[in-house]
T-cell receptor, first 115, second 110 residues
């Protein structure tokens, strides 16, 4: 199993550009989420999905869109990039077994710089 | 609103010098408290899940404990390879998401 994969690893954008960060998992996990991590800080939840076709907002959703058409993929779209979106973005997945382990497995991250 | 506060922000230890990291939390009905390790430039890696007050879990030099208000990550006789940022997160029963603390960056000097 590859686990959780993210592409690209690094990206530089100009203000106003749009792009999609890709995330895929091969563990058949129901739950997927996107976080951003700024220097010296923990993870802040952007959007999450509890299954294909279902998404919801997290703590910091503004400026980002998501969709979940398959169990495996959960792309994050930046609509019009701003310097405040410079951050490291992590995708995670979890089996969300009812009453059981809820461990999240993280991807390696995408380092985004917006000029 | 769920909240997680970790202390200290940074901790420097000599190899072999045991210590503890603290995670204080408020949550409306705890489903689980999670500890993760994050190395520079990498994604967080799962360490432990604790579900109820009094529960303890161990892995090599690490032991995690849980009370109704806080969790401790005890590090016994640490080695330089234990240097990392340790993240704590909580999940409530009525929420579909986890809330993370800002982490404690541990440096172990040889």
């Amino acid at each position: 199993n590859a686990g959780v994969t993210q592409t690209p690893k690094f990206q530089v954008l100009k203000t106003g550009q749009s792009m999609t960060l890709q995330c895929a998992q091969d563990m058949n996990h129901e739950y997927m989420s996107w976080y951003r991590q700024d220097p010296g800080m923990g993870l802040r939840l952007i959007h999450y999905s509890v299954g294909a076709g279902i998404t919801d907002q997290g703590e910091v959703p503004n400026g980002y869109n998501v969709s979940r058409s398959t169990t495996e993929d959960f792309p994050l779209r930046l609509l019009s990039a701003a310097p405040s979106q410079t951050s490291v973005y992590f995708c995670a997945s979890s089996p969300r077994l009812a009453g059981g382990e809820d461990t999240q497995y993280f991807g390696p991250g995408t380092r985004l710089t917006v000029l | 609103e769920d909240q997680v506060t970790q202390s200290p922000e940074a901790l420097r230890l000599q190899e072999g010098e045991s210590s503890s990291l603290n995670c204080s939390y408020t949550v409306s009905g705890l489903r689980g408290l999670f500890w993760y390790r994050q190395d520079p430039g990498k994604g967080p890696e799962f360490l432990f899940t604790l579900y109820s007050a009094g529960e303890e879990k161990e892995k090599e030099r690490l032991k995690a404990t849980l009370t109704k208000k806080e969790s401790f990550l005890h590090i016994t006789a640490p080695k330089p390879e234990d240097s990392a940022t340790y993240l704590c997160a909580v999940q409530a029963w009525d929420a579909g998401k986890s809330t993370f603390g800002d982490g404690t960056t541990l440096t172990v000097k040889p």
